[in-house]
């Protein structure tokens, strides 16, 4: 989080801690509120099936008294939290719905509605912390919905969830959807605005490069490229772990514009960059950056006909990617259809077959989520 933004988090925990007394209640009924402060009780301590049961009924209490719209909602709010937080993210969609259509006549007066503000942002929160694997682009976006409805889209986590949702849309090849939400997240985190992250700038630019490059055009995709690279080497970037990646990206980049011998200038320092980094104490702390640098140079390899080299550094790749994420990930798709075209040029179909599948189960996972 970046400095001098504004976190409610602080807020709601000092909010679920405070005692029943200090919380205001509605005027003709303030069961609803202890109901309220019993459910933030449990939810503090980890009882989320406890703490569900008792927002339901100071709801289902607060909708027959006179509470206001901001004291209902933030009731909404509080359950969906913990719905989300126990995986009952079907359950937790319409109180969703009803909490984003309210936020824009509360976001006004944030001082007086600072408890409701509070819950939104630990909502968007939960569904970024706490779901994974398929069902992660949905939630992302509802946490993007989120902050852009209810904070005008200036909440510092906002780029992290435009970058995530754009680097899993480029792994399924759309590429537009992708363009749109990394485009906007290399914006917010530009290193001449106030909220510069200039890390993430880097991964993001990088990551633009990429997209460009599936859609074909491969003159922006090296012009953004050699930015990133040149950004790079003149901060804190200068390491393998920035340096390795960037360097394969601008060698495939310069072969796709038909420059060879730059190509195979960048080639040979991101393998010099892999050799440091295989070291045993870099491997650990280097994967993404090692798992991206081989799968770069099978793709070189790939193209120049070394097909036997191209399958190594596949397999090296997936190996590494499976015990960082698991073997469903969606990180593993580009791997698994390289390796796959490697092993149709080496006429093993049967290989290729299996990996065939083995993209397809892993795709059928998020298919759901694509949309």
């Known amino acids: 989080m970046?400095?001098?933004e504004p976190s409610y988090?602080?807020?709601?925990?000092?909010i679920l801690l405070l005692p029943p007394s200090c919380h205001a209640a509605g005027a003709d009924d303030p069961g609803w509120v202890r109901l309220k402060n019993k459910g933030s009780q449990k939810e503090v301590f980890g009882d989320y099936i406890a703490a569900e049961e008792y927002y339901r009924q100071a709801l289902k209490n607060a909708e027959m008294s006179n509470a206001s719209s901001a004291q209902i909602t933030e009731l909404v709010l509080r359950l969906a939290i913990v719905l989300v937080t126990q995986k009952k993210v079907e359950e937790a969609e319409p109180l969703y719905q009803r909490a984003l259509k309210a936020a824009p006549s509360l976001k006004g007066d944030t001082a007086k509605n600072e408890d409701v503000m509070a819950c939104y942002d630990a909502l968007a929160e939960t569904y970024m912390d706490r779901i994974h694997g398929p069902r992660r682009p949905s939630?992302?976006?509802?946490?993007?919905?989120?902050?852009d409805t209810a904070f005008d889209g200036s909440h510092p986590r906002l780029v992290n969830c435009l970058f995530e949702l754009g680097e899993i849309q480029s792994r399924f090849g759309q590429y537009e959807e992708a363009r749109k939400n990394l485009r906007r997240a290399a914006h917010l985190c530009d290193p001449r605005t106030p909220k510069s992250n200039r890390k993430l700038w880097l991964r993001t630019v990088a990551m633009l490069a990429s997209v460009y490059s599936g859609l074909?055009?491969?003159k922006k995709s090296l012009e953004l490229y050699q930015m990133a690279l040149g950004a790079a080497l003149k901060g804190s970037g200068r390491e393998a772990g920035a340096l390795g990646?960037?360097?394969c990206q601008l060698a495939v980049a310069y072969y796709n514009n038909g420059k060879k011998e730059e190509g195979t200038h960048y080639a040979r320092l991101a393998e010099a960059l892999l050799m440091q980094m295989?070291?045993?104490e870099e491997r650990k702390k280097r994967a993404t950056a090692i798992s991206s640098i081989q799968l770069q140079l099978a793709y070189m390899d790939f193209n120049f006909g070394n097909y036997e080299r191209?399958?190594?550094y596949c397999r090296q790749a997936i190996a590494l990617i499976e015990s960082e994420s698991g073997k469903t990930d969606s990180s593993l798709i580009g791997a698994l259809e390289m390796l796959k075209e490697i092993s149709k040029k080496q006429h093993k179909n049967q290989d290729a077959a299996m990996l065939e599948k083995r993209v397809k189960d892993i795709k059928k996972l998020y298919a759901v989520n694509r949309s």
């Open 139 to 147: 939630y992302l976006r509802h946490a993007i919905n989120i902050f």
């Open 245 to 247: 990646p960037l360097y």
């Open 278 to 280: 295989l070291k045993e």
């Open 310 to 312: 191209a399958a190594n």
């Open 216 to 218: 074909g055009d491969h």
């Open 9 to 14: 988090i602080p807020i709601i925990i000092a």
């Open 2 to 4: 970046q400095k001098n």
